[in-house]
């Protein structure tokens, strides 16, 4: 197999594309008209099946908003620093700001008649030039002709992924731990997933998460490795703060990665709703309040946020997946993809033949609160760096209530300070010789009597015999927390259990 | 084949649903608890992977509503009328009427913070039991375990309907004439439409709309008129204002086709969006201020609704699709299944694996109004009812249109006053030994070339050639016009292209 620069237009759709896509692409009949025929220069319709929005029951819709997260309810358990030192740039932090949507003439605004009628099934103009222009801000493609498609959520970008690419039978490469209900979505087309490893020993001297070099052997070695598997057509990746390990892909392991993807010629499903939310490294709560944590946008895209796979694909074979549930809300139900056109093209297809268009409701309020309230791409990045100092605050808190308990000095507990995300993977260290699945179950016993909901490693696996001896850990969430005091709590409970539990000899 | 009572029990599960349905049923997995082992009274959340709803930069939303459609446009163009006549129970039809949504202790709002989080896959609980009441006051079904589940729309609905039901190869009926897109749906997962006779035939006597004894006849001698195709496992039908003819089931000929069913054992996909919309036989448009229009909303129920199939199913074989866009807004993308409830936990088991749940910021705003504006159920009828005055209106515009032209005067002409929905189906009266379908391709020409869009029967078949002889007519829709206007003018193209491409004696 050899690098292939024309990836797209030779193979991704016309090869590697799933047989049901192909399908898909449909074919305008064109007539020839009559001799003299001249077409109406205003024609009126009696043909498109839509009520006029007249018939709609809403005149307008005003969005109130908030200034920062947790406006309204913010705790500061450490010190008493006011709201406004927090952002000492905001001139009123009660002021009301109310986005109001109705009928005008205006490009930026979603009309809100057209926002309540029948959609285009690749999203509403206005919204698709933001997706475009926070793209080229951002994680600009190294290849021209890519486009954006609006989802309804990073869940149906992934499906409309999944079915774009594989057939029944076709293989895809998946990291071992990974978002599991993309794996329902891999088995819905009659896909079959074959876990990566993931490097997860911090003595090794190696990055975190994706190993390289076990893609790579794989890769090189797929006929004796997987017999009778068909060679992998995609692979899947979260590569910003990995659901469930909380790790990021450095630049530099994108492009080996994204070479060996040249090199094998499959394609990378880039599922990237956490890179935005970069995390700072531990440092105790105490210190939130030095005002240099607040970064420039021009600082945070430069040196804070990773580039996308996308910045390095020459050849157009990056589909990423992005949401505006972690940003915004995820009540929403609205994303986006970016690809190259021909991907966007057949995804479009696939919307208007299943998935329909996003909700217009969704839709308006992401548009105008972005484009009226925040002022654009900027604006929305000033409001992302808001919410990474308040989760960077919830981490700190969570982590260094592990650090400080007595579980954690004595050595039964490692973790990985997660760099974006809302994740922290906590590991047990459990003795060589102890039936550590077994034991695990007694401790997620443990976790129920001393009141904290976590999620077991092993239960976000590919193949939960290929990823045993890696499931000794923990997927921990500082997102949900009603407040500080929470978090704090819920992470004293957890390390209560784990210390009870090693007291007790691993037994309940 | 013989009647089966416990259909769904016995078969539309285990035996009628796809490979692919019964692949998704879920089994959770029990394991023993260690002894002595308590759960938490009050456990706490590092679990969930969702944001906090202190994230979400929305505080509250207000929702601004009108009393009526076209409230701030509505013109009569035949008298002086003013508003008020048309609403005589309205105290002020100026009033501005605005729904908050914020967050709030009140079990009939849906909060937002609960809307813009992760919402379950049946539904906001709210608008999930607003679809109850409603069904239960207007189509209470014949059969007691039934239940309803939001969809992101009817389009949501049917393809989930489709997935529910056919693998490859399997066989659906669908009448001759049909929503079209459904077409798509049924492909994508393989299955093959089989096109039912329609009677378009007025001077027959019988009534317009699915003709029955083809289906039985058809059903009877299934081998020998379709060999080789296995026997259908459902029925689709758009009973109430089909699409594109416009004609509505009696309930008379729902029993028949209901008896079909059970005789012959297949599902019912019931796609009912225009149901409500009923409207009222021809006359002259100058006649719509007659108080005596606006029903009751127990008269509306009892006399002008068509009662769903639901309400003959005694064996849960019927699954009905309603939407939210014909009567609120399509921009929402909002709708329901009611169906028996082991079809709506199947239903669901595909939204988790792959629609997920519907926007949130629909739901809230559907619900919010529907309870807080309309006061629930009767008074959604009577917005309902509004809107059936005003697309009576709007028919009758269109008609008299058409009646009184010199292309109906002359017989170029015949209609079929719709009983329901959005669409008037108009026939060329073309003589017999006639290439009717060269000659509409013709004809199409010139409504481009008047001015108007219209839709040609024949891009609404399931089966070309099965249709042609009945594919003589355009269906023409009077729910996009800006105004009355607009209709009048549309209608006058309309009827002039076709004087004119008589009068060239069927030439262009």
Chains 1, 2 share one sequence.
Do not use: C
């Not at 009123?92 to 309540?116: F, M």
């Not at 972690?326 to 919307?351: D, E, M, Q, S």
């Amino acid at each position: 197999m050899t690098a292939n620069n024309s990836f797209v237009h030779e193979n991704l759709i016309s090869k590697r594309a799933s047989k049901r896509s192909n399908a898909r692409t449909s074919s305008a009949a064109t007539e020839d008209a009559p001799a003299g025929f001249e077409p109406h220069p205003k024609p009126l319709a009696l043909h498109r099946g839509m009520p006029n929005a007249g018939f709609f029951p809403i005149d307008s819709i005003d969005v109130n908003l908030v200034e920062y997260p947790f406006q309204k309810s913010l705790s500061i358990p450490i010190t008493n620093a006011s709201v406004e030192s927090f952002f000492p740039d905001e001139k009123s932090v009660s002021r009301t700001n109310t986005v109001t949507i109705k009928k005008v003439d205006d490009p930026e605004y979603v009309d809100i008649s057209t926002a309540l009628q029948y959609g285009s099934v690749a999203g509403i103009p206005q919204l698709l030039q933001f997706t475009q222009e926070f793209i080229n801000r951002v994680h600009k493609p190294a290849f021209e002709d890519w486009d954006t498609v609006i989802t309804s959520g990073a869940g149906d970008g992934l499906i409309k992924a999944a079915n774009l690419l594989l057939d029944a039978g076709d293989v895809i490469l998946v990291e071992e731990f990974t978002f599991t209900p993309f794996l329902e979505n891999i088995e819905d087309v009659g896909g079959i997933p074959v876990p990566i490893k993931l490097n997860l020993d911090k003595d090794s001297g190696k990055e975190l998460g994706l190993d390289v070099e076990y893609l790579s052997d794989l890769l090189a070695n797929w006929e004796t490795e997987k017999p009778g598997l068909p060679f992998p057509k995609a692979l899947y990746v979260i590569p910003s703060g990995q659901n469930p390990i909380g790790t990021t892909q450095s630049i530099e392991t994108r492009k080996k990665v994204y070479k060996l993807a040249e090199k094998y010629d499959f394609a990378i499903i880039e599922d990237d709703v956490y890179g935005y939310l970069t995390l700072r490294p531990f440092q105790k709560p105490a210190s939130i309040f030095k005002l240099n944590d607040f970064l420039e946008v021009d600082d945070f895209i430069a040196n804070h946020i990773t580039p996308s796979y996308l910045t390095i694909d020459k050849s157009g074979r990056v589909i990423r997946i992005e949401t505006f549930s972690k940003l915004f809300a995820p009540g929403l139900r609205l994303g986006f993809i970016v690809a190259h056109k021909r991907v966007t093209t057949v995804i479009k297809n696939y919307a208007s033949d299943v998935t329909r268009s996003a909700s217009g409701t969704s839709q308006l309020i992401v548009q105008n609160v972005i484009a009226k309230k925040f002022g654009g791409v900027d604006g929305w990045l000033q409001w992302i760096l808001k919410l990474r100092i308040t989760y960077s605050h919830r981490k700190d808190l969570l982590l260094n209530q592990i650090f400080e308990s007595a579980a954690y000095k004595k050595g039964f507990l490692e973790v990985i300070d997660p760099t974006a995300g809302m994740f922290v993977s906590v590991f047990i260290k459990l003795a060589k010789g102890v039936d550590a699945q077994a034991k695990l179950k007694l401790l997620n016993y443990k976790f129920k009597n001393f009141g904290v909901g976590v999620i077991p490693g092993i239960t976000r696996t590919v193949d939960k015999k290929f990823s045993e001896d890696r499931s000794n850990f923990y997927r921990l969430t500082f997102a949900p927390a009603e407040d500080d005091n929470e978090i704090t709590e819920a992470g004293q409970r957890f390390v209560e259990a784990v210390e009870d539990f090693f007291e007790k000899g691993l037994e309940y």
